[in-house]
């Protein structure tokens, strides 16, 4: 069954291009017709597009491996802090830090930092620090946390990038592009499509439609992460019932033993009576 259909991608604008005068001819497949000087986007081929890359990132977060969400636009901002951070993917959603994945581990130093500030505040270090010095440690915090506050948990490379709009977030595609790690991306008429691996034909500025998009993409992870959570419980229990499987037949073997033990006692006992 089908995640989305004509009709909801329709009512949520989702098929509004740009004007024709700015458009990338790489979208051409995707462009159903040019209506006032605007392109249309062909919503049937954004219905099976949006299939595609649900079921990809579905089976990204059923193997436990996270999804970098990437919108820095003012539109999508709340939409990517709300949805996504509600299934508990990363996402940035302030300016892309050049080096972000190609510099990965200098970035995981900018949180270790942060992780150490607030060992600080914790440890009652903090407290002892002159005035100065604590203006200093906070204002350095809060401008870490802008950048970075988002992505903390995320101890290694990102297994895929969800983007929006690649024509703004197109450091962040390169860097993608270098490392080898597929990107999924909501691209408009005036972007070019050619280094998204899994091409969502759509109007990545209109807030109804970027927010349909990222529900589609957040309920179809949240499915991943569903179906990891019940394999996970059922290996579990397969564990604990071979484990006790075991535990049976090892008791069962110690009882047979002293069985055996227990009749050879009353064999030699019946021997000596003999004798």
């Known amino acids: 069954m089908s995640r989305t259909n004509f009709d909801e991608l329709l009512d949520a604008g989702v098929h509004f291009g740009h004007l024709k005068r700015k458009w ?3 979208m051409a497949p995707y462009i159903f017709m040019e209506r006032n000087g605007i392109h249309i986007i062909d919503l049937h081929k954004t219905v099976v597009k949006i299939d595609e890359a649900a079921n990809a990132l579905a089976q990204i977060a059923k193997s436990g491996r996270k999804i970098l ?5 003012k539109q999508a901002k709340e939409i990517i802090t709300e949805k996504v ?3 508990g993917m990363p996402y940035i959603t302030e300016r892309w830090a050049g080096g972000m994945l190609t510099n990965f581990p200098t970035i995981r130093k900018a949180i270790k930092k942060m992780t150490s500030i607030d060992k600080m505040t914790n440890d009652g270090t903090f407290s002892v620090l002159s005035k100065r010095e604590k203006l200093q440690i906070t204002r350095q915090r809060a401008k870490l946390d802008k950048m970075l506050g988002s992505i903390v948990d995320m101890t290694r490379l990102p297994a895929a990038l969800f983007i929006v709009d690649v024509a703004k977030e197109n450091i962040a595609v390169k860097e993608a592009k270098r490392l080898g790690i597929p990107v999924f991306a909501m691209v408009d008429t005036n ?4 280094d998204v691996d899994f091409v969502i034909p759509a109007n990545d500025d209109a807030t109804k439609s970027i927010e349909l998009v990222i529900e589609i993409m957040t309920k179809a ?3 991943g992460l569903s179906e990891r959570k019940a394999e996970r419980k059922l290996e579990a229990e397969k564990k604990e019932k071979k484990a006790a499987a075991s535990k049976a037949r090892k008791s069962s073997a ?3 033993d002293a069985a055996e033990v227990e009749a050879g006692d009353d064999d030699d006992a019946s021997e000596e009576v003999s004798e």
Do not use: R, Y
């Open 24 to 26: 990338n001819p790489s």
């Open 69 to 73: 969400f990437v919108a820095t636009k």
């Open 85 to 87: 951070g509600s299934v």
């Open 191 to 194: 972007s070019n499509p050619k």
């Open 221 to 223: 992870i949240a499915e």
């Open 254 to 256: 110690k009882k047979e």
